[in-house]
């Protein structure tokens, strides 16, 4: 786009509408929201302009001319640090195939979020300053292309989210909060570690012909970069990838959440507002499996296949556990939050198959979850927000009271189910169709589809329960839709509906990047046994 820094405007206008926020008395109430709504308004344009200027022939994994929107500079160095020599970290951005819809995701949920926080009834300054400040974070992991920078961004989004539960959650927000922080810095501490050893293992060659040691993700994907005594090196006879790639998998697994890492869900999705719920299951999720796929995959293809059947086997036991735990629900809250658990088991799934189509679905999947779970916890907002109770038994008749309503659930849930023509449907399907043309992980694939009938069977006994049969007359002055309820829901069911008729418009954006990455982790790199390390 004619050297306009896209990435770092998207990334970083919430910051100055938090700057503003910050500067505007506490009364001035209207102004604070408005002022998020243009931040977060302005992303979705911006993300609007990437996909419309993005080049879908282009894509690839370690080569900087694969990736779309760069923005490169030296943004730290340290000089005269005796053995350690001269410290180089730039600010690097970049989008391919991969991140892109991930970009484009974020800017959604997050407008649609801050339409949703409107009736935050406290507090309303700290909120919304914090809020801006979880978007940079998000959107800044998506589009970092040094190791360094994404751990900057990565590390970032936990203080807002903790105090975003903490204060403004629900009876046991503190319980929740502390659980969320304690598990996600745990993982956080891995992950630094795994990225110091990368650092100390590769070299960059710089344009004067010197070579540092770097955390630049694209150098630390080819093994040519790699020292033969680099600690991390695959060259190195006594190194411990095998290790490092557990560690950072566990950092990753957890922010899935993976089983069973998985238990800090459940409780920050019940404590959490609802305006929270929806960016923790649209976006936050999603960072677990980006950074698979961004740092794991391509760092250590070794030993990505040597693993793949245990990915498939925990993304099996995620769609299975987590569908049955959820039918085990009375909460509306807490069946949606395991639902999710459900449901990136079909990422972890297709991630495992190692295939151009199970990888396209997995990244697929991203995506529609991200809308429909947004949707889901959407939706339950909007009845706690009127009866102030979650309670699945509690209900019984909403259709006939609030139809347009219903409709709008009708469509969130055979989406989450799904039904052909719906999005859902599409990114499973890939997956299924990925993982049951690899040999190694066929019977997990098939045991998977389990997941399909507990998911129907909870879906549509929710359905049953809440919204069919005789009204509840305890309900019957509850009111329909308003119009900022509209507005949060009309835009992701268009997007549910789209993307279930017409795919292609997210495949076509992916397919190249992953037929790359694909190509990297099967043939690129020298494979190393389990046994031979």
């Known amino acids: 786009m004619n050297g306009f820094p896209l990435l770092t405007f998207l990334t970083f206008i919430p910051v100055v509408g938090m700057v503003i926020i910050l500067m505007l008395p506490k009364e001035k109430t209207s102004f604070i929201k408005y002022t998020t709504l243009a931040a977060t308004g302005i992303q979705v344009v911006l993300s609007a302009a990437m996909m419309i200027n993005y080049n879908y022939g282009a894509g690839g994994v370690f080569e900087q001319a694969s990736f779309q929107f760069i923005e490169k500079f030296r943004w730290i160095e340290i000089a005269g640090l005796s053995w350690l020599g001269t410290v180089k970290i730039d600010y690097f951005m970049g989008v391919d195939g991969i991140s892109a819809p991930m970009v484009l995701l974020t800017s959604i949920v997050a407008f649609i979020a801050t339409i949703s926080s409107w009736n935050i009834s406290h507090s309303l300054k700290g909120y919304f300053a914090l809020f801006l400040l979880l978007d940079t974070g998000m959107m800044g992991v998506f589009v970092s292309l040094d190791f360094f920078l994404f751990y900057v961004f990565w590390e970032l989004m936990l203080l807002p989210m903790y105090f975003l539960i903490g204060i403004w959650g629900g009876p046991r927000k503190e319980y929740a909060a502390i659980k969320f922080f304690i598990y996600t810095l745990f993982g956080s501490v891995f992950m630094l570690l795994v990225m110091i050893g990368l650092y100390f293992s590769a070299v960059e060659t710089l344009a004067d012909g010197s070579q540092v040691f770097t955390f630049n993700m694209l150098a630390l994907m080819d093994s040519a970069n790699y020292t033969a005594d680099g600690i991390l090196s695959p060259f190195n006879p006594a190194n411990l990838r095998f290790i490092a790639y557990i560690a950072l998998f566990v950092g990753f697994a957890i922010k899935i959440p993976m089983f069973p890492f998985h238990t800090w869900l459940p409780d920050a999705h019940v404590e959490a507002p609802t305006p929270i719920s929806v960016i923790l299951a649209g976006v936050l999720l999603k960072m ?101 109770t979650r309670g699945l038994n509690d209900f019984g008749g909403l259709a006939t009271q609030m139809p347009v309503y219903t409709g709008f659930v009708t469509v969130a849930f055979f989406a989450a189910i799904g039904l052909p023509g719906l999005s859902g449907w599409v990114s499973e399907a890939l997956v299924f169709v990925g993982s049951f043309g690899v040999e190694l992980i ?72 992953v037929n790359t990455l694909v190509d990297l982790i099967t043939t690129s790199a020298p494979k190393f046994l389990l046994s031979g390390m």
């Open 288 to 388: 677990g499996t980006y950074g698979i796929l961004r740092i794991s995959y391509p760092m250590f293809p070794e030993i990505t296949r040597d693993l793949m059947w245990y990915i498939a086997l925990f993304g099996m036991i995620n769609i299975i556990y987590g569908a049955l735990c959820a039918m085990a629900q009375r909460d509306f809250k807490k069946l949606i939050a395991y639902s999710s658990i459900s449901h990136m088991g079909y990422v972890m799934l297709g991630m495992a198959s190692l295939s151009t189509t199970g990888i396209n679905g997995a990244i697929l999947q991203m995506f529609n979850h991200g809308t429909i779970t947004s949707m889901l916890f959407l939706l339950v907002g909007v009845i706690y927000d009127r009866a102030h």
């Open 442 to 513: 066929r019977v997990l694939a098939m045991i998977s589809t389990l997941g399909i009938l507990l998911g129907a069977g909870y879906m549509l006994w929710t359905l049953q329960r809440v919204y069919l049969g005789k009204l509840n007359e305890k309900w019957k002055e509850l009111t329909d839709l308003d119009g900022r309820e509209y507005a949060m829901l009309v835009p992701l069911t268009i997007i549910i509906i789209t993307l279930g008729i017409y795919p292609s418009l997210a495949l076509d954006i992916m397919n190249t990047s």
